[in-house]
């Protein structure tokens, strides 16, 4: 379980046009700690890349789930439009990528910006520069395409059932976030923290709880089907 951002990467703002008070690795974390205790009450081991407010370089928050040998790795973030005028405050819903190329406009926009994260990465945060790892990362992922994006329509389908704003599909774009995992992997943007009622609505605590069940309900699922798949004729 991986909550987006923390410490001096703040990630997105909002809401556009007022005083920004949404702060999303304020969220991010409130709904990833959510999201484990529901697992855990499911009798599930969930590790968590981090459970306070620190920066977590993104390269090390795949391998911190690969040392814990995870099944899945789901990173929460919150979207944020291209533009901060009007138009983009009008902005919403929630999506849940993959790791692939990122093939529309609007994907490579999420992909820039949540790759951002890297220029907070200095000194001992900072990753080392080995293009064959990153090489190899990939591989390991494009083994897990068919089931990340597997999880992803799961995930994405089940927050149907509780998201007011609209679905904006399964997407697919290359997250640092994602290489580094050896097993499934997906993000999650759970709304825009730019839109005042969305931000509004992913705040409540009630509402993260609400979430947070959903998705936890969707990686039970899909790992019970992941395993009686494996477990038959594979
Ligand atoms: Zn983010």
């Known amino acids: 379980m991986d909550a987006g951002h923390g410490g001096p990467d703040h990630g997105m703002s909002g809401p556009i046009g007022s005083e920004h008070w949404f702060v999303e690795k304020d969220v991010t974390l409130a709904v990833a700690r959510r999201l484990a205790e ?6 599930m ?32 973030h919150v979207n944020a439009p291209g533009v901060s ?24 926009r999420v992909e820039r910006m949540e790759n951002e994260s890297v220029r907070f990465e200095t000194g001992a945060n900072a990753p080392k520069g080995d293009p ?16 990340s994006s597997d999880l992803a329509a799961t995930i994405q389908d089940g927050l149907r059932a509780v998201h007011p704003g609209p679905s904006r599909g399964v997407q697919q774009a290359n997250f640092a976030v994602l290489r580094g995992s050896y097993m499934p992997a997906v993000l999650v ?13 992913l705040s409540d605590p009630d509402n993260q709880s609400r979430l947070a069940r959903n998705i936890a309900g969707s990686v039970v699922s899909y790992l019970a089907r992941y395993e009686s798949r494996v477990g038959g004729t594979r």
């Open 132 to 147: 064959l790892s990153f090489i190899i990362t990939d591989m390991a992922q494009n083994e897990h395409l068919r089931e």
């Open 38 to 43: 529901e697992l855990r009450a499911q009798g």
């Open 85 to 108: 005028n009007a138009a983009g405050a009008r902005e919403r819903g929630f999506e849940t990528y993959f790791l692939a190329e990122a093939k529309t406009e609007d994907e490579r």
């Open 189 to 201: 943007e759970i709304g825009f923290g730019t839109n005042a009622t969305e931000a509004a609505y």
């Open 45 to 76: 081991d969930v590790l968590m890349t981090r459970t306070s407010d620190t920066l977590i370089a993104l390269s090390d928050r795949g391998r911190i789930a690969n040392r814990a040998r995870g099944d899945v790795f789901v990173s929460i």
